[in-house]
């Protein structure tokens, strides 16, 4: 059995279609011209919406053919091969570089003056940079590049405060002399000479003034 | 055409084309429903909306294909109520009279007369009023009106005539000039047919 919607709506007939009632008048036309511009906008917001429910409510599309596990796992590894030789050039780079030593090594650990001022940090970290990059330590010493590799085995930094003592000042206000001294140490391997190195930097100083509270 | 069971059974195994085409068979029925609870288009649309998608997440429950149509316009008549509990000030409360008409003046002409209508039709009951909207917005038959609201045709035709009367007094001004207010039509002959 089929059901006949009685009250389905495709083309609405007009008002009074029902022959027993007659012609519409006028109450009647303005009645149909009144809803109509009342609901009539309103027609086809409900299917939209349901539309779009629809929509959201659908599976994510699948992606057509499956990637097999091991093209997976290529693409996954292939990266990761890249960054660990990248990380592997950049260290033989590092490593390689030509180290300058004082001439006429002998073997054993050779200390090498760095010519660092005194009481400058930038030049500090300067001859820290020298003895890791291979520019000239002592330019002056008859220095020789050696392209064998030189390996930095062992960096020490040591900060200490020392007193100073009292001073006054010119304006006679008591202060308390303080000296941070701060050395660093660099001991290094050339593999070629089978000699070690190590370079100490001469302390850098910084004097600072603290001022005493006279009781 | 397809035909309405037939969509109602294949909506219910989930084919969103089949509710699709439902929507839009029953769509007017529905705004009339709902417009006939709110006074208002955007929000019987609004009212609409919300029940079609409550239809479709609600028609695995539904017992009979054959009652789908009542059974749609229970869900409308509720949400409308539900909208109406929660109304609050929007702006398809307020009158476009911008998009009303060509003048400002006819604008206002237009305005004021929807809400004379709205007006005249809220003094009607419920059912009445839905069976009025249905009547000459969706243009259907008392048997149809009468199927929808599970009523007599018999029964909506006096609700209709009893409704005619009283719109025709209401909104005479409308209707006829000001200074040629008949008196309403009676027609006997009609209802002694019908009652």
């Known amino acids: 059995m089929t059901m006949q919607h009685p009250f389905s709506s495709p083309p609405p007939p007009p008002p009074h279609s029902d022959p027993a009632q007659g012609a519409p008048d006028a109450l009647e036309a303005l009645l149909t011209q009144q809803l109509k511009v009342a609901l009539e906008p309103q027609?086809?917001?409900?299917?939209a919406a349901f539309r779009a429910q629809v929509a959201r409510e659908a599976p994510l599309p699948m992606v057509k053919g499956v990637i097999p596990r091991r093209a997976l796992w290529y693409w996954a590894g292939v990266p990761s091969l890249i960054a660990a030789s990248l990380a592997v050039v950049v260290t033989l780079q590092a490593v390689n570089r030509p180290a300058v030593v004082p001439a006429g090594g002998d073997g054993g650990v050779r200390p090498v003056a760095a010519g660092m001022g005194g009481g400058e940090e930038g030049a500090s970290g300067a001859g820290l940079a020298a003895a890791a990059t291979g520019v000239s330590l002592m330019?002056?010493?008859?220095?020789?590049?050696?392209?064998?590799?030189?390996?930095?085995?062992?960096?020490?930094?040591?900060?200490?405060?020392?007193?100073?003592?009292?001073?006054?000042?010119s304006d006679n206000t008591p202060v308390q002399i303080i000296r941070r001294q701060q050395t660093r140490q660099t001991q290094w391997v050339d593999p070629r000479e089978q000699a070690v190195y190590s370079l100490t930097e001469e302390p850098i100083e910084n004097v600072g003034y603290t001022r005493v509270q006279p009781y | 055409m397809q035909d309405v069971q037939e969509l109602v059974s294949k909506a219910r195994q989930g084919n969103a084309e089949a509710f699709a085409s439902l929507i839009e068979r029953f769509e007017r029925s529905a705004l009339a429903v709902a417009y006939a609870q709110l006074h208002?288009?955007?929000?019987?649309g609004d009212a609409v909306q919300d029940a079609f998608l409550r239809a479709w997440q609600e028609l695995p429950r539904l017992q009979e294909d054959s009652r789908f149509g009542g059974w749609l316009l229970q869900i409308v008549r509720?949400?409308?109520?539900?909208l109406r509990r929660r109304a609050r000030p929007t702006v398809a409360d307020f009158p476009d009279v911008s998009a009303a008409g060509p003048s400002p003046a006819q604008a206002l002409e237009q305005t004021d007369a929807a809400a004379r209508i709205q007006a005249a039709l809220a003094t009607l009951d419920e059912t009445t009023r839905t069976a009025v909207v249905m009547r000459y917005y969706e243009g259907l038959s008392a048997k149809e009106i009468g199927a929808a609201l599970e009523m007599s045709p018999a029964a909506v035709d006096m609700r209709l005539s009893r409704a005619r009367g009283q719109l025709k007094e209401l909104l005479a001004p409308l209707v006829e000039p000001a200074d040629v207010i008949k008196e309403t039509p009676k027609r006997p002959k009609v209802l002694g047919e019908r009652v």
């Open chain 1, 139 to 169: 330019p002056g010493a008859g220095a020789e590049m050696l392209p064998s590799p030189t390996i930095v085995f062992n960096q020490r930094e040591t900060l200490r405060e020392v007193n100073g003592g009292f001073a006054v000042l």
């Open chain 2, 78 to 82: 509720n949400a409308a109520i539900d």
């Open chain 1, 43 to 47: 027609r086809g917001k409900a299917l």
């Open chain 2, 40 to 44: 208002d288009g955007h929000r019987a």
